[in-house]
Structure formats: C-alpha cells, structure tokens
C-alpha cells in the first residue's frame, strides 16, 4: 500500500529517520541554526501550557462530579 491511498493521518507515522533528518537540514537552511533553539523551546512551552490547562480542566470536572458521555454513533 502506498502513501496515495493512506488517510492523512497514517502518512506522518512512515516518515523514517532519513526524512526526519532532511527535513531538520531545510529547517535550518530555512530559519538558520540560532533560530531552531527558539523555535523548539516556544513548542515545548505551547505543549507544556496545554498539558496543564488539561490537567486543571480534569480536576475541575472530578471535582463537580461531572460524567460526560460519548455521543452514541449513528
């Protein structure tokens, strides 16, 4: 099975480390390699900010005692 007949989402997981690796080199080609740093450490923070903002999200529900449910498919 090739890539043209994968949905979207399954095509990122085949991306070996010689891709991986190629598109880091444009990357630094793109935004030089004092940039890089900045731009990884900005990704990190956004992660680590919605990460937290989830956490406080499943406390505040515990604590209503709140269930949410799935919708039932269709």
Request: no cysteine; proline share 7%.
């Amino acid at each position: 099975m090739n890539a043209s007949h994968l949905p979207f989402g399954l095509i990122i997981p085949t991306l070996g480390v010689q891709e991986l690796i190629i598109i880091l080199l444009i990357a630094v080609l793109i935004f030089g390699g004092r940039k890089i740093p900045e731009i990884f450490k900005g990704f990190g923070e956004g992660i680590r900010e919605f990460k937290s903002a989830m956490k406080k999200e499943d406390k505040q529900t515990a604590s209503t005692g709140e269930k949410k449910e799935a919708p039932r498919p269709s």
